[in-house]
Structure formats: structure tokens, C-alpha cells
């Protein structure tokens, strides 16, 4: 008997891996991913898919750590220029991106949902010359932009999946809901898409991400324990300029305050009941050598394996930004930027996923890997498993020459394929699973 997901994967790897590195030349930040939205909805034209974007997929007071009205702007207008219809970039406008489609087929059947994040990062990619988008022409054309983190390799994905989905309608049974995630990175985009509603009625939720750990591109864990939860904290020191040489006394250092800070966040004790971190992750203040600083600003983080452990960094870091504002006799202003939640997948996918893929030639399936970081995921699996369905967040490892969130990041692109099968195998076998759809046949 021919197998069908085969033939299929056989067909569709050079359109996977056409549009990741689509994507990976035209990387955009969160909330400002404008152009991939609108390149993301022209793939998935004519496919049977209905397409909900801008307000239709998140509560705007629901995000966080929206861009400034410049820097959205500024994109806006690199997206008109990139060829993004007028029309279509008025529903994004202030940062509304990212995408749901949704395949009804009509049919008696569980609701699926999936979530791929869309978004990248403010880095500066590599050059060199072993580095793999360098080589071979696929690198970054903006500049302090990159897919440092596998989220390019997600879209495609997401794409893969839509184009299974679509060419095997006629089969299936049940909804199919593809959400197309903005501002991933800092934990911003994901609670505002939950509060619209998306997951309410799906019975099962599946995710996962490339990477994370450095194994064989086609090892895949079924589910992922012990996301730490995390805040993200911008904090902003606003003291007093003076001449630093003619009157020092009259200034008010909000650079010493805010160095002092970074110092003393960073001996917060560690907690007995597990895994509690801390980053200051930029500081900027000062302008000139002979002016006492007025201003400094802070990007900073905490984490921590459980809800209660992230607010016990967060409780001590707040309790060390005021003491170093009131110790150099300046003023704080925090603000609460993301924010991830602590959660594990649902392990019962361990066993579903090694059953799923047992026929592959392709996949070795590990129960359950760490993930060892934060996902704004959770709040999704969190809404799935409140409502009684099924979640799972998977990892598709891959070698990985240098590590996430760096200038050189990059995989190994058979772990998207890996990713794919996996989802679609999964897809079919819940499916099967005691008869639930009828008119799924090979």
C-alpha cells in the first residue's frame, strides 16, 4: 500500500525549504511582521482556507511590548514599498499582525489548532563564509534583523501543513485552525490571539519548535516538560544632567543608578524550590563624557520553573530597581513588556506520536526533551487543557552550529521536514484513533 504522508513529504520538501528561506531573507520583529503576513496569506490563497488577520486574530489591549508609532510606521512604509497592498496593510496598521486559517471541511469531527510564530529578531547576521544563508544566498536583507531562533523554519512549516491539509480535504473530517503567531520572542503575542477566542473549542493543540537541542535532524520529542515561566521588565531611570566638571553636585546620575542596579539584580538569591534566573539584557544611558547622565534605560528578565518562583525574581527585582533609584536620588518608571507562564505539555502525546510515527522511515521519537527556556505557547496549552482538549508542544532537534539568538544560528533543514511528517502522522492518527473519521481511508 502506498503511504500517502511518503509521497507526499517526497513532493512538498523543496517548497518547505523555499519558503524558509523566503522567510529568512525578509525577517521581521514582533508586531511589525507585516510583509511576512501579507507573503504568509498569498500562499495560502485558493487552498479552501478562510483567512482572519489584524483585529479579527488578536485583542489589541492584549499585547505586549508593541513597537513605538515609529518604529511601526517606519515598517508600514517598508512594507508599501515591499509590495503590500494598501488595503490589506490599513488592517495590520499599528501592529496587528500575524494570521488564522481556518479549513472547516464540514464533516463531524475534532477541532485541530496548531501555532507557528512568525516573528525575528534585532540581531546582526553573520557574513562569514561557513555560515549556510551566507553561502548559499539566502542571508538576511535587513540589516540588525535575523531568524536567530528557527521561527522562519516554523512558517514554512505552517505552509507545509496547509498545503496537506487543503490537497486532502475531501478526506478528512473535522476543523483545522493554523495560527500564524506574532512577537513570539518576549512572550507578547500569544495571550492576546487566547483572549479572542481561538482555542476555545480545540480538542487538540499541537506546536513545537526547531532546534533546542543538538541531536540528528529527524529526532523529535513528542512533548516538552518544564517550560520556565517569564517576565520581561523595561525599566527606565530619569535623574538630572549637569556639567560634570563645573557643578557634579547638581546632577542626578541615571547611569550610576542604573549600573548599580544591573550589579545587585544580578546577585539575587537563587531559590531552593528550583531553577530561578535573571538578565539584564541591554542598558543605555548617557550622552556625553562631561554630562552627568539624565537618563538610562534597562532591558531585563526574569524566569523561573514555576509561576511563583518568575515572581519571586520579579518581587526581589523590583525591590532592587527602587532601592538603586532612591539610593542615587532618581526616579524609576517600570514597565511590564511580555510575559510567558509556567506549563509542560500533555506527556499522553508521548504515546500517541511514537504510535503515529511508528511506520516513518524518517523519525526517531523521544517521549519528552526539556525545553529549558520560555514559550508564550503556554498560555495556548494552558486554554486547550482548561477546556479539555489535548496539547503538546514538540521539539524537532537539529546540530546546531551555534546556539539560539546567535548572529551564526542556523539548522539542519531536514528537521522541517521531520517537524511536518510529524504533525501530519499525528493529524491522521487521532483521526483513526476508535473510528472518529469515517472517510479517512489510505
Known sequence: MIDLVEQFMAEIEPYVIEQRRKRHGYPEIGFAEYVTTYELSEQLTGKGFSLFYGTELLTSEERMGV?????????????????????????????????????????????????FDIDALPIEESDVAEHVPAQQAFRSQITGMMHACGHDGHAAIGLGLVDYLSKNKDRLCGKYTILFQPAEEGGRGAKAIVDKGWLDDADFFLSG????????????????????????????????????????????????????????????????????????????????????????????????????????????????????????????????????????????????????????????????????ASEDVTYMIERVRERGGLATFMIFASPLPAGHHHPRFDYDEQALMAGLETLIRTTEYLLKEDGICESLVD
Not at 94 to 104: E, F, K, M, Y
Not at 271 to 285: Q, S
Open 209 to 372: 519548535h526547531v532546534g533546542l537541542h543538538d541531536l540528528p535532524a529527524g529526532t523529535v520529542a513528542a512533548a516538552t516538560s518544564r517550560f520556565l515561566a517569564s517576565s520581561k521588565i523595561n525599566a527606565t531611570f530619569i535623574g538630572k544632567s549637569a556639567h560634570s566638571g563645573l557643578e557634579p553636585n547638581e546632577g542626578r546620575n541615571a547611569l550610576l543608578a542604573a549600573a548599580s542596579a544591573t550589579v545587585h539584580l544580578h546577585s539575587i538569591s537563587r531559590h531552593k524550590d528550583g531553577a530561578t534566573r535573571i538578565n539584564v539584557g541591554t542598558l543605555h544611558a548617557g550622552s556625553g563624557r562631561n554630562i552627568i547622565a539624565e537618563k538610562a534605560f534597562m532591558e531585563i528578565e526574569t524566569r523561573g520553573e514555576t509561576n511563583q518562583l518568575d515572581e519571586y525574581m520579579q518581587q526581589n527585582a523590583q525591590r532592587i530597581l527602587q532601592a538603586s533609584a532612591s539610593l542615587y536620588d532618581v526616579e524609576l518608571e517600570l514597565e511590564y513588556v511580555g510575559k510567558a507562564i509556567s506549563t509542560s505539555a500533555d506527556l499522553k502525546f508521548a504515546g500517541i506520536v511514537e504510535r503515529a510515527c511508528a511506520s516513518s522511515k524518517n523519525l526517531k521519537i523521544v517521549p519528552d526533551l526539556a525545553i529549558g
Open 67 to 115: 513597537p513605538s508609532d515609529e518604529f511601526l510606521k517606519t515598517n508600514e512604509q517598508r512594507a508599501l514599498d515591499k509590495g503590500v497592498p494598501p488595503a490589506f496593510l490599513e488592517k495590520m496598521k499599528g501592529g496587528h499582525t500575524g494570521l488564522a486559517a481556518v479549513l472547516d471541511t464540514g464533516r463531524s469531527g475534532p477541532n485541530f489548532a496548531y501555532r
